[in-house]
């Protein structure tokens, strides 16, 4: 177990949060959630023990062992892969080199004998001997093959050192085991890999991730730091989140008796606690969130984004189209034979396992760069508004936000103006902040606030949840499943993809995969699996 007490941190005058009492107990898996800059990578720290608080205590039962996947993806870059995985494990490291040591000395006393067959016991007693076999099958299983594990990290590509850093994280089924924003750089094969293993996971999971499906999956409580506070929560992520929304209309709604909301939110349980039941949840987990009850609900007070993508006019029935679509660059075929017929009110998620292939194609389409083969046309009612992946060149100048977006508007007033960039968050002094200074997630949200702007009647997005807070992607996901124009996207956040998309295209080097169906059910059709790996398996 690991508990805090009293906990409180300043920086300077800024108080991040302020006596915070809680306890983590095994077999649970808490999801840390919050703004971006809220404090959650400073209390996992402080968990750790990596950074002091300023007042109080960080209790763990004497003897508990704990993990932390490490952020620094250069610390460990001299250093053997495999050898990087039993460093997880400091205390069994520690015995190993102490042993080796004495063992390299050249007039072994016999204190020395002793000290010897004292950490030899030490080393059978954790298991040791079998230490190297466990870390060399934890590797493999993450895919980092045996023929990469005496090579030094920094001949690694930086997605598989991801996956040696994790390993090392999980060795030797530490007590407590600490993940910051894990998800972030892996792809999704080793993402399930991921959810599966904590999964089985018995100890103490505290991770934070912005990756709502991942959360939903793994964790069994929800850890909120909001407005100085830090609070748990029982359920998933999705559950806080509609529990707490349902609260929220409740409290408002005063013609309903107490007795009926009481009922509302029972029923919601219910419902919820069955969906619970099919998924793929362990059952010792699968237990906890089918226990949860009414008393665990309270009213959000969080403040999200006022995101709604209004068209101006309806498209008329001449959406978007490409023939015989091609561009292949540096020897690489980006996408090939793109026959696409966009339909209106089509959701389609654009899916590659070739690097950039979907990137390119939005910058082709958005006329950024030429096709090297085919045509494509826009219906003429068709107003686009555009999120691109890279938009340091929108924000070259030194601006204040509301000229920045002022550029884009008709009207010019600055209350106009305000208004956008009030529902993206941005109110009175932040507003005259200069664009140039914008954090990655401010730059996307008032690229947001100028899509709104346009009125339009078509989105093209690509990856639209990159540097957002969970707030900001979970008011953007809701206003795309809203949204009655049509959608070309791309994203790597699963829960996005899956509540929105109605159809999915994914281009492989030998040509297009075209599927009207939901993304789960595309992962997972035999017919389309099996025509992937035709398609990326055959020789160009
Ligand atoms: N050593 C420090 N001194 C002063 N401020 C800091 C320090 N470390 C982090 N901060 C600030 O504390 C806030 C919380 O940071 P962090 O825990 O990284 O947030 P999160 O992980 O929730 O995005 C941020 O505003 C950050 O700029
Ligand atoms: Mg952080």
Redesign the pocket.
Known sequence: MISVDNLSLK??K?T?FDEVSLKFNPGNCYGVI??????????LKILSGEMDSTSGSVNITPGQRMAVLSQNHFAFDEIEVLKTVLMGHTTLYSIMEEKDAIYMKEDFTEEDGLKASQLEADFAEMDGWNSESAAASLLSGLGITEDLHNLPMKDLAGNQKVRVLLAQALFGNPDILIL?EPTNDLDSETIDWLENFLLDFKNIVIV?SHDRHFLDAVSTHIVD?DFGKIKIYSGNYTFWYESSQLALKQRSDSNKKAEDKKKELQAFIDRFSANVAKSKQATARKKMIEKLNIDDIEPSMRKYPGILFKPEREAGDQIFMTENFELKADGVTYFTDVNLMVDKGDKIAFVSKTKQAVNKFFQVIMDEIPSTKGSMKWGVTINKAYLPNDNSDYFKSNLSLIEWLRQFSGNQEEAYVRTFLGRMLFTGEESLKKCEVLSGGEKVRCMISKMMLQNPNLLVMDEPTNHLDLESITAFNNAIVDFTGTVMMSSYDYAFVQSSANRIVEFTPNGTIDRRMPYEAYLESEEVKALREKLYGKSK
Request: glycine share 24%.
């Open positions: 920086f300077g800024r991040l919050g703004a971006n800059g809220a404090g959650k990578s400073t209390f910051d934070v730091i």
